[in-house]
C-alpha cells in the first residue's frame, strides 16, 4: 500500500508527458486567435504538419515546436503553462519563478532560432563579390 502511494507522488516519466503535448499546442495556439493556416504561413510549417502536432499524430522536434511558438509569440515558459493546465496539475511557484521561467524561455527560444538561422546560412549558396 505504501509502495503505491509512493509511486503516485513520484514525477511523471517524460513519455506520460508527451501525450498532454497535441491538446497543449492546439490551446495555445487557440489562446492567440490564430487558425492553422495563419501559423503556417507565419512559421514555414505546413498545415499538415500543424495537424498532425494537434492531433498527436506527431510530436514536434525543437526546431518545429520553436518555429510554432515564434510564430504565436509565445515562449516555452507559456507552453509550459499551458501544459499543466492540460495536465490539471498546479505548479508550485512563485511570481519571481514564474518570471524568472519566462525569461529563461526567451533567451532559450532566441538562442535556438539564431542556431537554426546560421545553419540556413551556411546551406544558402554564397554570392559572389
Keep these: 500500500m505504501a509502495r503505491d502511494q509512493q509511486k503516485s507522488r513520484q514525477k511523471p ?3 506520460e ?6 491538446e497543449a499546442l492546439k490551446l495555445i495556439r487557440q489562446s492567440t486567435g490564430l487558425r492553422q493556416t495563419d501559423v503556417s504561413e507565419r512559421s514555414g510549417l505546413t498545415k499538415a504538419m500543424l495537424s498532425s502536432y494537434e492531433t498527436g ?6 526546431v518545429s515546436l520553436t ?15 499551458v501544459l499543466d493546465m492540460v495536465r ?6 512563485t511570481p519571481d519563478d514564474r518570471d524568472l521561467e519566462r525569461e529563461l524561455g526567451h533567451v ?3 538562442a535556438i532560432q539564431d542556431v537554426i538561422e546560421r545553419q540556413a546560412k551556411k546551406g544558402a549558396p554564397r554570392s559572389s563579390s
Design 13 to 15: 516519466r517524460p513519455v
Design 17 to 22: 508527458l508527451l501525450q498532454f503535448v497535441p
Design 57 to 62: 499524430k506527431t510530436l514536434p522536434t525543437l
Design 67 to 81: 518555429a510554432f511558438l515564434v510564430a504565436i509569440g509565445k515562449d516555452l515558459s507559456d507552453f509550459q503553462e
Design 88 to 93: 490539471k496539475v498546479s505548479p508550485k511557484r
Design 108 to 110: 532559450v527560444l532566441r
